[in-house]
């Protein structure tokens, strides 16, 4: 990597929503001396070894939010150290999840071992060690000052397992999956929101006690509610989907997820419908789109009976299909 690029990395990654470091574009004999400097000297502050004798490979995304870094690696079998607490800790919590094989975390006299799923909350900055065997990982660093409001203890939770079928845990990892895509995150207010929901889950996550602020709790329902939201308008177009599909998909019962959808003003029904009549209205505005049959716009998009969609469509747009179309060919 160039002194340009080193600079990059240790100067911009705090400004930056996205930022993607690999091994793979630099010949094998370099790939571990480079990831010590430009990932475990300059972004973990920790020493790094190799637990392998194969070649070693890694790659991380780094996303910055306000308030919470998000690190999503795939590495082969290593170890990161640290023999005294950094300089410049202050205070972060590192919730990190096991995504594959084992871990083992050992921090302040203690060791946990980490089975595929499970998670450990460190402090971030001080001496200790995360042994991963060759897989991924995932881990988020939150502020002491965002999680303090929120839990009695901030040090109390630290180096407990928490195992993969917690349901706060199984929550906060769906909810993180979309945060890759940045066009979700497009806005300030966004970013901040998203941050906010992950500080009031990852500290949900972490107490021992009733302090679990509304907040919270609002958290919750709204982490929920986009995790169905973004699941349906992933799977709209399949004409099978239903309540009971989405329900389990989220790990949720179909009645809490019909209450769920309602509570926001929607049903399961309106929402789906809402989303295929969308999509099916922009494909019959598209000139590409005009030669195509209707009925097969309407099975494309979800729908299987094609009068049903008729029906919604004008009901939806004030017109049919067949009249939304010729008035956009009238404005070409």
Same mark, same amino acid.
């Given at each position: 990597?160039?002194?340009?690029?080193?600079?990059?990395?240790?100067?911009?990654?705090?400004?930056?929503?996205?930022?993607?470091?690999?091994?793979?574009?630099?010949?094998?004999?370099?790939?571990?001396?480079?990831?010590?400097?430009?990932?475990?000297?300059?972004?973990?502050?920790?020493?790094?070894? %190799?637990?392998?004798?194969? %070649?070693?490979?890694?790659?991380?995304?780094?996303?910055?939010?306000?308030?919470?870094?998000?690190?999503?690696?795939?590495?082969?079998?290593?170890?990161?150290?640290?023999?005294?607490?950094?300089?410049?800790?202050?205070?972060?919590?590192?919730?990190?999840?096991?995504?594959?094989?084992?871990?083992?975390?050992?921090?302040?006299?203690?060791?946990?071992?980490?089975? %595929?799923?499970?998670?450990?909350?460190?402090?971030?900055?001080?001496?200790?060690?995360?042994?991963?065997?060759?897989?991924?990982?995932?881990?988020?660093?939150?502020?002491?000052?965002?999680?303090?409001?929120?839990?009695?203890?901030?040090?109390?939770?630290?180096?407990?397992?928490?195992?993969?079928?917690?349901?706060?845990?199984?929550?906060?990892?769906?909810?993180?999956?979309?945060?890759?895509?940045?066009?979700?995150?497009?806005?300030?207010?966004?970013?901040?929101?998203?941050?906010?929901?992950?500080?009031?889950?990852?500290?949900?996550?972490?107490?021992?006690?009733?302090?679990?602020?509304?907040?919270?709790?609002?958290?919750?329902?709204?982490?929920?509610?986009?995790?169905?939201?973004?699941?349906?308008?992933?799977?709209?177009?399949?004409?099978?989907?239903?309540?009971?599909?989405?329900?389990?998909?989220?790990?949720?019962? %179909?009645?809490?997820?019909?209450?769920?959808?309602?509570?926001?003003?929607?049903?399961?029904?309106?929402?789906?419908?809402?989303?295929?009549?969308?999509?099916?209205?922009?494909?019959?505005?598209?000139?590409?789109?005009?030669?195509?049959?209707?009925?097969?716009?309407?099975?494309?998009?979800?729908?299987?009976?094609?009068?049903?969609?008729?029906?919604?469509?004008?009901?939806?747009?004030?017109?049919?299909?067949?009249?939304?179309?010729?008035?956009?060919?009238?404005?070409?």
């Amino acid at each position: 990597m160039s002194e340009t690029g080193k600079r990059q990395t240790s100067e911009c990654l705090p400004e930056l929503a996205t930022f993607r470091l690999s091994t793979d574009k630099f010949p094998a004999q370099h790939r571990l001396s480079m990831w010590r400097e430009e990932f475990g000297e300059k972004i973990l502050r920790v020493d790094i070894e %190799p637990l392998s004798d194969l %070649p070693f490979h890694a790659r991380s995304t780094l996303r910055t939010l306000p308030g919470l870094h998000a690190f999503s690696s795939t590495t082969s079998a290593i170890r990161f150290r640290r023999t005294h607490d950094a300089a410049d800790a202050d205070g972060s919590i590192a919730l990190i999840i096991n995504m594959t094989n084992d871990c083992i975390a050992t921090q302040r006299g203690r060791e946990v071992k980490l089975r %595929p799923g499970d998670a450990v909350a460190v402090h971030h900055r001080s001496a200790g060690s995360v042994s991963f065997a060759q897989g991924s990982y995932f881990a988020l660093v939150v502020p002491r000052a965002e999680l303090a409001p929120r839990l009695s203890n901030v040090d109390e939770p630290t180096m407990q397992p928490i195992p993969r079928d917690d349901s706060t845990l199984r929550l906060l990892r769906s909810y993180m999956r979309p945060l890759w895509d940045e066009l979700r995150l497009a806005t300030s207010d966004l970013r901040s929101m998203v941050a906010t929901h992950v500080h009031d889950l990852v500290a949900m996550m972490l107490s021992r006690d009733s302090r679990s602020s509304e907040s919270s709790a609002s958290a919750v329902v709204a982490t929920r509610l986009a995790a169905v939201l973004n699941y349906v308008a992933t799977h709209f177009e399949d004409p099978g989907l239903n309540l009971e599909m989405v329900a389990h998909a989220q790990g949720v019962s %179909p009645r809490y997820l019909q209450r769920l959808l309602e509570s926001s003003g929607t049903s399961f029904t309106a929402q789906v419908n809402e989303l295929r009549l969308q999509r099916a209205f922009a494909l019959l505005m598209e000139p590409a789109a005009r030669p195509r049959l209707i009925s097969d716009i309407a099975l494309e998009v979800g729908f299987s009976d094609i009068s049903h969609f008729n029906r919604l469509f004008h009901a939806r747009f004030g017109d049919s299909p067949t009249g939304a179309r010729a008035q956009a060919r009238k404005s070409v």
